[in-house]
């Protein structure tokens, strides 16, 4: 009697921003990155061990950790350029200040 047990990592793309990187001082299109590390056994993922959270720069592939929060905005944030999945979102008129 055996287990076989490890660990396996997915990434999820949250999301696509314009950042400047810390890396090339390039403003480019980031991806905003969720890593999660799963528990697993006999290769059946159970339950996550470690969430973590990146920016990746696509003009030179550097990628800076950020936390929760910050991948939150950032998700929040409107989407670089556009042309992604049809997921397009209706005009939308810069609103009245004050
Ligand atoms: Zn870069």
Not at 36 to 50: E, G
Not at 70 to 80: G, K, T, Y
């Amino acid at each position: 009697m055996f287990f076989v047990f490890g660990t396996r990592r997915t990434v999820a793309q949250l999301a696509m921003v314009v950042l400047t990187c810390a890396n090339c001082r390039r403003t480019a299109a980031n991806a905003v990155l969720k890593t999660v590390t799963k528990f697993t056994l006999f290769f059946v993922p159970l339950f996550p061990v470690r969430t973590r959270y990146a920016t990746q720069c696509t003009a030179c592939g550097f990628q800076q950790g950020i936390d929760k929060g910050q991948a939150e905005q950032l998700r929040q944030a409107p989407p670089a350029g556009g042309g992604t999945n049809g997921h397009a979102a209706p005009g939308q008129f810069p609103g009245t200040r004050g």
